[in-house]
């Protein structure tokens, strides 16, 4: 009965574990994908995205947060949960102001990939239309808050890995927003560089490099294949 | 029996739409034997038939007083209303100017731009006025389904087509479904 | 310009030992001191504790009492819950407004007066209600309104303003046994003393206490949780953060029975092997500071607090922190986030408070009903307690009764008491349905008025507002929606987005403007934010609306449009800039929202 002392299963299939491991870092191994945003595999949990809603035993929570437990039950790929994500990305669309057509990062946009994993085909909701700071004062860097989706990790990098402590989340509710952290505001005036990992993390295109514009022809780019095809960790390490 | 009707329709787009539609190449054979084509700026027709049509296509996002009539008369005679394209269901690369007060937007084009001879904002009434910003069309009207893509692959027109008029629930496999 | 005084605000960071995790505190000074926190004093806070920049307009910008702008000499508040607006606030407002010459939400022109609502203060049983400067006033008729305007005008210091008008009242309308309790200072601590900690957790245990802030877990096990859990330190937390729309009866346990609420806490210390204890008192509270301050001075000059408690080797005390304006914050964890000088933002869990809380070390957080309770356990045993109540919620529960009801207050009842009970005790007739536990409570209708108020059946926090057949429940479910839609923290998506869609959603219901798809929808998307929410607040934002189209579903159909759908947004409105920028009037140069050219389908 060793094997099943550190097993769970996972939609219907057992998934080993290491103790200490969350339900996203255990399917993580098990090359099986959860959708996430905020989760990143070098940075400390978040948990702010909600995609990676799991059911473990009947109840809601979050599969990068939750510890992996021995024995239980975890429900991620059925209709229902992928309905409710289906909604979460909606929600993160009409939130901010995401247009892929003049968006560099498309094709290598996490949001974009989790969008089409979970079949969204337009917003539903009424779009917000709140009109957010673009930030072009750092040489390297562009910072498009029309495309932050507010995922805190380039907030976590480059507090955790980089030490630099150079940005923010501010405001309550949807008046969230990324800041800087520099008296003037603006990112030209930290010492963030574009070889910070904060710079690498950013899932969307709200913080890109400025000297790249669309690094890749369509159809060779990250996501132009289904992200089953991937190797899940290699997708999860992706920028 | 009658053949299904189909109409098509462009608001602020760039008919890209409605190239990628026709290339779905020889099978636009099929499709016109399978359907007829009402209202459309392939057929030149203006207005849809009265007793209205089966399936509407519309292209565009909604950027003046023109739009907004069009999409509602065509929303009106359509039993199925389906949004084409980024600019449709999101605004699209017209919404670039949502960003800009329309205010600037004119005094950039009329009054304060470069080469303007006779500055001076267009008050003909038969311009349509802009809004204040640019909307996805399924703030003005319902909207019963949505062709993602700037433009949608022409695979997915036909794989959309052919559900609906299978009488199926439509479904965009991966490689079709895409917001580029 | 306002120079600000720097003096002050150095003597305002040293009175805080220039400690980071006193951010909030320090920025709650500023604010009362200066009239707001702008971007130099942001600085130069930042700078002197060496805080990150970020951190420091964060915390301004989240908390609802702060501002980064100069808000001026008078900053009021209009409590905005239902009750309040069943109560007239509106007019209130109306007239602050005129005679005050401002616009709300705005600082006046002169820099003096700012004026804005905010939700519940507290005061349901008193209202319409108000806050000046953290200040309460109660009973604010628009005639009332005029007189305050008047000596506002006159730039009148609050001080020498008719004290009758900062009258807040306690007298309880039904006592049961913890309202007709005599407690006598340190005799509870004396007899846990006696019989030993161990000893004194299985008293509590017996009891069957469950926390008394609504979500009911039990006492006992969470202090020998933390008790047991590894740490350097330990700490005692109480939750005075009352915050649910409807609820005063904190309010009033603090007002007259913080002496048991602070032995309350020194048990716990006690109990976990905690030195150290924070009293976490909502900002809409502060008027009850200083004598909070006062008790604790007392109990330290009689040896119930501080070093050698009764002449044991037994440190305790007690530290007060207020609140800014969060709902959220009473969220334990997001609680403890606020008392470590940050944004009150709930923690992910696990890890849960009671082993890795204020600091990450084991923590006991609870309501200040659940500290009075235990004092009294402490004193009159656990018999006592077990006299009322049912078999899985012993004791009894303060509620707090408002609305349309003839005699609104705290009302002590059993355990198991019917909701019908309380009706006919407060005096409440022809009503139409009950919200119970506050806005991510439960509304019942009258079908349901022998429902017992208990955690088997319908769990409370105390909030118990009433409403008559004349009321419009569209609008009080608005009021919630618009609640939670301003007090969403914003950290995870389903809350911070959900709710606005609600807020949107039930707008243009109530409008009449929503067709029965659309309702449909958001019915979807509520059920999502309920599911996937962060914490308490996002899974129970959307309750008010799920509960309501439950039972009163017709009167959601009512207000249906039959229209096919209409536009989201004012389609003529959209055109007005450049109408009046190309000088055109003419028919083409306007849009009709409705009617049947547009929307009829053929």
Redesign the interface.
Known sequence: MQESEFSFELDGTDLPFEPGQSIMEAATQAGVYIPHLCHHPDLRRNGSCKLCTVKVNGRFGSACALPAQAGCTVESNTSELQEMRRQIVQML?VEG???????EK??NCQL?VV??HV?M????F??F?T?RQ?DASHREMLLDR?RCIQCARCVRASQDLDKKNIFGLAGRGMNIRLVVNSDSGLLGDTDFSSADHAAQVCPTGALIRKDQAYPCP?GSRLY???ISQHTIRQDARHD | MTKPTIATCSLAGCFGCHMSLLDIDERIVDLVQLVQFDRSPLTDIKHCSE??VDIGLIEGALCN?EN?HTL?EF???C?ILV?VG?CA?????P??R??I???EC?NEAYLQGQGIDQPQ???D??L??????V??V??????D????G?PPPADAFWSLLTALLEGREP??D??L???? | MHAMNYQRINQILDDHGRNPLRLVQILIGIQAECGGIPASVRDYISKALAVPLAQVHGVVAFYHFLSPEIQGQYRIYVADNIIDRMHGNQEVMATLLQELQAERGKPRADGQVFIDYTSCTGLCDQGPALLINSRALTHVTPDRAKEIAERINAGEPLNNWPSHWFQVEESPRVAGPVLASQFEPGRGLQAALEMGPAQYLKEVERAGLRGRGGAGFRTAIKWRVSRDAPGKTHYVICNADEGEPGTFKDRALLTRDADAMFEGMTLAGLVIGAEKGFLYLRGEYTYLYSQLVATLARRRAEHLLGKNILGREFNFDVEIHLGAGAYVAGEESALIESLEGKCAVPRPRPPFTATHGYLGQPTVCNNVETFVKTALIAQNGADWFLECGTRYSPGSKLLSVSGDVARPGIYEYPFGTSVQTVLEACGARETQAVQIGGPSGTCITPNEFDRAICYEDLSTGGSFMVFNRSRDMLSVVQNFIHFFADESCGFCTPCRVGTQLMRRAIDKIVAGKA?A?ELKEIEHAAKCTRAMSHCGLGQTATKPFLDTLDRLRPQYEARLSNL??V???D?D???????A????D?P??H?PQTGE??????
């Open positions: 669309f102001n995401h247009y892929c057509p003049f968006c498309s094709g974009q969008a089409y079949g085909v337009d917003m539903h009424p779009p239309n009109a673009l029309d369509i132009d294949t289904p | 007793q209205g007083a907004i509602r929303r009106r005679r039993r949004a980024t269901i999101s605004g699209g690369v919404a670039l949502n960003r007060p329309v205010e004119l904002i267009p008050n009434v038969e349509p006025l802009l809004m204040d910003k909307y996805p399924h703030e003005v009207v319902h909207i389904y949505s062709l993602p700037c479904s965009l991966y490689p479904r895409r917001f580029d | 067709g798809r096919d759908f536009p989201n947004f389609l409105q959209s055109l007005s800039k450049t109408r920028l190309s000088q055109r003419d083409h140069a849009l050219a547009c929307d009829a389908r053929i």
